[in-house]
């Protein structure tokens, strides 16, 4: 009987080793750290603005090739609110397995963390992945405005304080920032009219409803081309070379309002090396590809060349801009509405 009982007992805890250790192969397969298996699963491409906007444009061109090169499926979802900082409060707290990651770019990485009083910190609660496009500015207007030329936008301005509406993807945004620095070096005033992306304010402004924006080339061009809107300079020292009638501000009478409006993508913080390297080869493959450069051109973009896009470059660049930026816009009283 001791001998029955003895063979039980040592049956049961050989099953349960057994077990256990199942079950910690299994959590050592699935867990953060295991960057050889990834991706097991889905990526979720986080657009911090909403659908239809230049970021989100970006993310969606980018998006479907990105999933042929990892071979799984990318999910873009768009995570709207706060000027970005929703969707960066949601990819910090992320899992850092790479499945969640995130599209940004000068204002959600650099301004955010100036004007914001976040839960997260723009640069070290994120793993830099990739840099993937160097875009600028335009100053547009509604097609019906009178105005024709910069000049004459400014003058229009001064004869009508407080009367003009501009809009913007939010408090705080780069469009917000823009005009706030188009105020101060013209001596205007006008309204600024927040909404949930840049993408619904271009709405508007195509219906008439606003009057001007400081806006991303990837957004307004399209439009400029169809003749839905009026653009007056380009917020760059040289001109686009997808639209080269626009003149730059230095030769529209406003000299040295430069804005680059840069996008890269990000992880959250403790993101394995070896998964953060295998998402930016994937990245770098794509951007590299002729009909995403002719895409990104076509709405204004630049590709950065590969010695740029690594996401040691990433993170000296936007700790470069911060470090240039956040003084300007505290000097400037900047805040959240």
Avoid at 70 to 85: D, F, K, M, Q, R
Wanted: glycine share 10%; charged share 15%.
């Amino acid at each position: 009987m001791r001998g029955l009982w003895a063979g039980l007992r040592g049956h049961v805890l050989r099953g349960y080793v057994m077990v256990v250790c199942a079950l910690i192969g299994s959590a050592a397969w699935t867990g953060p750290g295991n960057a050889q298996s990834f991706p097991s699963r889905p990526i979720t491409l986080v657009v911090p603005f909403a659908a239809g906007g230049p970021t989100d444009t970006l993310a969606r061109i980018l998006s479907e090739r990105i999933a042929a090169e990892l071979h799984t499926t990318v999910v873009v979802e768009n995570v709207a609110g706060a000027s970005g900082s929703i969707a960066g409060a949601r990819v910090a707290r992320a899992t850092p397995d790479g499945t969640t990651i995130t599209i940004g770019h000068w204002g959600t990485h650099v301004l955010n963390g100036a004007i914001f009083k976040l839960p997260y910190d723009v640069i070290a609660d994120f793993e830099p992945v990739a840099t993937i496009a160097m875009g600028t500015q335009l100053i547009v207007g509604r097609k019906t405005l009178e105005a024709n030329t910069l000049k004459e936008m400014i003058a229009w301005l001064k004869a009508n304080p407080g009367k003009v509406t501009a809009g913007t993807a939010g408090a705080g945004t780069g469009a917000h920032v823009a005009g706030v620095f188009f105020k101060e070096r013209t001596g205007t005033d006008f309204q600024f009219v927040p909404y949930r992306g840049a993408g619904p304010a271009m709405i508007d402004l195509v219906a008439g409803q606003i009057d001007i924006m400081f806006d991303q080339a990837s957004n307004s061009l399209p439009h400029y081309k169809n003749g839905a809107i009026k653009a007056f300079a380009v917020t760059s020292p040289t001109r686009l070379a997808s639209a080269p009638d626009i003149p730059t501000v230095d030769e529209a009478g406003l000299p040295g309002l430069y804005i680059s409006y840069w996008h890269g993508i990000w992880a959250p913080k403790s993101t394995p090396k070896e998964i953060v390297t295998k998402l930016n080869a994937a990245i770098v493959t794509v951007l590299a590809d002729a009909s995403v450069k002719q895409r990104f051109g076509e709405l204004g973009q630049e590709i950065p060349p590969p010695d740029q896009q690594t996401p040691a470059a990433l993170g000296a660049f936007q700790k470069a801009e911060t470090e240039k930026w956040w003084p300007i816009v505290k000097a400037a009283d900047i805040k959240a509405e």
